[in-house]
Every structure is written in C-alpha cells, then in structure tokens.
C-alpha cells in the first residue's frame, strides 16, 4: 500500500484503512455484510476520484514519489539488461540509464531518465535532472543500437535539464540540440514514452521518435506549472491555473496531434498497482515495435522528420 | 489680498515650441554614453565608445546582411493562431495582437531570400522585441521552411537569433518546435548545404537548444547573453552568484561552443568569405 497520500485521494485511502481494520475482526465478528458494502463504496469512490482529476492532480500523480521509475519498468518488463555508462568525453550522468535489453526475445537498447526514491539516491540521481553529458552518454547509446540495428526506447521522466553553472560550461544547449538534430535521423525504430514528468527541452532531449507514447497520467510540456506560475503570473501560486492553461496532460496532447497513444494506467495511477502498470507498457512496446519493425530505414527517417514538422497546432 | 499680480502675457512662453522626436538620442545601456541616432545607424548599432551592441532586429539587420535591394521576404503574413486558448493575466491572443500592433511584426522572426556580397542565401532573422522573441509554431515554422527552402533551392542558410526561449502560451506546441526546426536542418546537414548560426543578445532557452547551437559555423556577436538556463534561474537553483561574464560570448567562445565572435561591422565581410569556403 501506498504511504503518500495526495490530498485528493484522501477520502478514498481513509475508507480503504477502514476496511483493512475491519478484515482484523472479521474471524471474531460476521461483519462481511457491511466489509462488501465499503468495498462496493470505495470502487465507486475510485472511479469519481480519478476518472475526473483535474490537470494539477495529474502532475502531482505524475511526481508521485512511490510512481515506478525507468528501471523499475526495465526489471519488470525486460530480461539480460545490461546497463552502459558514460558518454567517453567527460563522465556518466547518473541522471539518465540505459544499455542494452531483451524485451519479447529481442534485443533493444532501452535509455531512461531516472529518479531516486529518498533523499540520497535523489542526490545520486540528481532528481532526475540531466546534464549536458547525459545527453551525449543518451546519443552514444542510441549510435550503437543504429550501429547493431537495434529498436530504441526512450522513457522521459525529469523535472527539466539541470540548470547549473558547470552544465552551461559543458553545453547544455548544444547537448539538447545535438540530439533533437541526430535522433531525428536516426535509422532504427525509436518509441518514445513519456512515463512521468516530460519537462521541457529537458525531456524532449531524448524524446524525438517515430511514436510518442504517454502514461495516462504523465505530463509534458514546455515549463512546469509553477515556472509557469513564476514567469506569467510573477508568484508561484498560480500553479492549478497554470497547469491548467499549458493542456499539459495525456488526452490534451493527443488533441495536440503531439502524442499518437495514451498508456493506460491501473485506477489511481501506476504506483497503485506497479506490475500491473509495467505489463500494460511491456504489452503496448511490442505492439509498437512490432509495427515499426517492417519500416525500412529510409522510410522510418522521412516518416519521423515529417511527423514532427507537421506540428503546428 | 496678493502682493503681486500675474499678467497673463508674462507666463506665456515665446516663439515656437523646440521639436526634439523622442529617440533621436540613444543612451548606450553599458557606459551610458550618449549617441545621436545617425552616429548609431553609420555605427551598426554599436557604441561608439564602448562597442557595446545595441539589441536590433530584422529591420535594422537586414541592411547590415543583405546586399541592397536583394531581400524578399516569404511568409511575412503568417499569424499565430491560439491552439491552447490560453489565458492568464492576459489573453494570449490579446497579447499577440498587442505586440504585432507595437512592433509592425507579424512574429518574432522574419524569413526570404536575399544576397551576401552576391551570394544567394536563405535568411531568417528573429526580432526579440516581439513577445521576447519566443518560438511559438510561427517561428518554428516559419524557420523550418526556411531551412526546406535552402534545402530544396541549394541555397546556404544563416539565421540570427535573439530569443528569450520557447514560447509558453503555445504549451508542447512550441516545444515540439525545437525537434521540427532541428528535424529539417539535420536533413540540410545531409545534403551539404552550409548552414551558418549567427547569435546576438539575447539567445536563450529553447532557441539555443536548438537552431541556434547547430551552425556549420556558430557566430556570436560580442558580448551577447548565450545560454540555456537564463542567469536568474540558475542562481536560484544553486544559491550562489554567478562568476564574472558567465555565458556571454567570450565564455561560451572559451568553452567551445561558438567557433568567432565577430563586430557587427565586420558581420558581412566575415559571413560572405565563409560562405566562400563553405560553396563551390
């Protein structure tokens, strides 16, 4: 069971306590009567909860801290990974993983932005937040899974590149563009999945594909609410409002014509139920690589390149 | 009782009013000098004591650039529209008709075709007085066809930027602008057509992490704001002040990323003998 409970999802965790009471005197007591009638209570409570979450709430799910990370899907859906590191320049930005993987008994590379789960493996990670030799250690394993003809999945899931001093140093423009210029041409497959937060040019720096896939309640766009909220309304609370305004979430960048397909998530969000999650997302990918695979190279750059320039709104 | 009296024709001033226009006299932003308007345009819009580079747009840099009488502009009527309806203190369309109402722009770069020292180019040129320069999906667009016309006529490219970032009342929309107008130079890239970045204060955001950073040559103009996080942001990330000239010109020259800085007096000379070497 979940241990963070987001302010919307109060009422529903403070019923499902209650019949977890319950259940510890159901051998003494017949209660089983009324433990059917709160479990009936609590489904429907669900289904009016999450079936009408506002945008806010959705990037508070998206940011949920038990949510699966990069390698919590890898372990789960994936066999053999074997993880790469460094970009053989400067160093490895632990901020972002990747290597090579079996996923249905075929070889892909798979490079994810990952987060930690505590205050230590978050400082590990730097909370997910790339530097510019994330970005280059990205685009060296994406040259070889074109080198070998592998498929390449992304899973974009940062709070935005790291704004810092020796980041500007070492490029963290040019590390962006680098890889938006050549992950365009590339002549694999490349499926895109946003499974968290896509912040910005941060995110998409791993994110140009043939398909965008998103995570029911991922969101991505060109700011966070609040530096949304920051820039346009000069205070930081205005974040609702803002999150609003951006059409940030799943269905609204579908309407956007900027991502091809919703992932659906366990009711609650993909912490609720991780493995449920993973084998939903595990089912899509091979679906979609399956697809992809009968492109030819030539075909699969012109379609990509053509699919992102005809986004105009 | 008052102890004197004004006569209305004292008060009255003589002769006619003095007509100074309003912006005839430039004060430089970094030494405060004061420099009149012709002194400034005969300067290139550079200080005349410090050199300091004055923020100018395409009206200004097309004469600079382009040979007299070649440039003609493509897509000059192209107008956002409002994908998100976006609103927050203001309406994004209210404020899209304010700045094309204060600048006589459309948006914030204008694209065509014209000649450097005879040579046929495409240019794209970014004003940051509108909306600071954002890159909604006109920019996009508008710079992404005009990489497809380098393309498709074997014409050079060069683009100057000044640009705050991607603009945020398009949402993913302006984001995705970054892939598209990086999409079509990798595909100018493929083809052997030079393409030549020319930066000026400010470039910032998602301009520079895209377009911006990806010249056959990079170009920046002296002391220019260069950079992917803005200043202010990343002093409050790391809680610490920022060192002395951190991403201007000199330190992004410094640390790799731009290949000359050059004085916009000598922009055209130096543009056109690359080009030289960069096409038969």
Known sequence: ?313 | MAWFKRSKENIETSGVKKDIPGGLWSKCDKCGEIIHHKQLVSNYYTCIKCNYHFRIGSDEYIPILIDKGTFRETDAKMKSGDPLKFVDSKKYTDRVNGAIKKTGLNDAVRTGFGKVDGISIVFACMDFKFIGGSMGTVVGEKIARAAERALKNKRPLIIISSSGGARMMEGALSLMQLAKTSARLAQLDEAGIPYISILTDPTTGGVTASYAMLGDVNIAEPGALIGFAGPRVIKQTIGKDLPEGFQRSEFLLEHGFIDVIVHRKEMKQTVATLLKHMTD
């Not at chain 1, 590379?109 to 205050?119: A, N, S």
């Not at chain 1, 002549?187 to 720096?205: F, H, Q, R």
Request: some cysteine; charged content about 30%.
């Open chain 1, 1 to 313: 069971m979940a241990k963070t409970v987001l302010d919307f999802e109060k009422p529903v965790f403070d019923l499902e306590q209650k019949i977890q009471e319950m259940r510890k005197y159901e051998g003494n007591v017949d209660i089983s009567g009324e433990i059917n009638r709160l479990e009936k209570k609590v489904h429907q409570l669900r289904e009016s909860v999450y079936s009408n979450l506002t945008r806010w709430q959705r990037v508070q799910l998206a940011r949920h801290p038990e949510r699966p990370y990069t390698l919590d899907y890898i372990e789960r859906i994936m066999d053999d990974f074997v993880e790469l590191h460094g970009d053989r320049k400067y160093g490895d930005d632990k901020a972002i993983v990747g290597g090579f993987a079996i996923l249905d008994g075929k070889s892909v590379m798979v490079i994810g932005q990952q987060k930690g789960r505590d205050t230590k493996s978050n400082v590990y990670r730097n909370f997910g937040m790339m530097n510019p030799e994330g970005y280059r250690k990205a685009l060296r394993m994406m040259k070889l899974a074109e080198k070998f003809k592998r498929p390449i999945i992304t899973m974009l899931d940062t709070p935005g590149a790291f704004p810092g001093i020796e980041a500007e140093e070492r490029g963290q423009a040019e590390a962006i563009a680098r890889n938006l210029f050549e992950m365009s041409k590339l002549k694999v497959p490349v499926v895109v999945v946003i499974i968290g937060e896509g912040a910005s040019g941060g995110a998409l720096g791993i994110g140009v594909g043939d398909r965008i896939l998103m995570m029911e309640n991922a969101w991505y766009s060109v700011i966070s609410p609040e530096s949304c909220s920051s820039i346009l309304w000069r205070s930081w609370d205005y974040k609702e409002q803002a999150a609003e305004a951006l059409r940030l979430t799943a269905p609204d960048l579908v309407e956007q014509k900027i991502v091809d397909r919703i992932i659906k998530e366990p009711l609650g969000g993909a912490h609720r139920n991780p493995q449920e999650a993973a084998m939903i997302l595990k089912d899509v990918l091979i679906e979609e690589l399956k697809l992809l695979s009968k492109l030819k190279p030539e075909k699969l750059v012109e379609r990509r390149i053509n699919k992102f320039v005809q986004m105009n709104g």
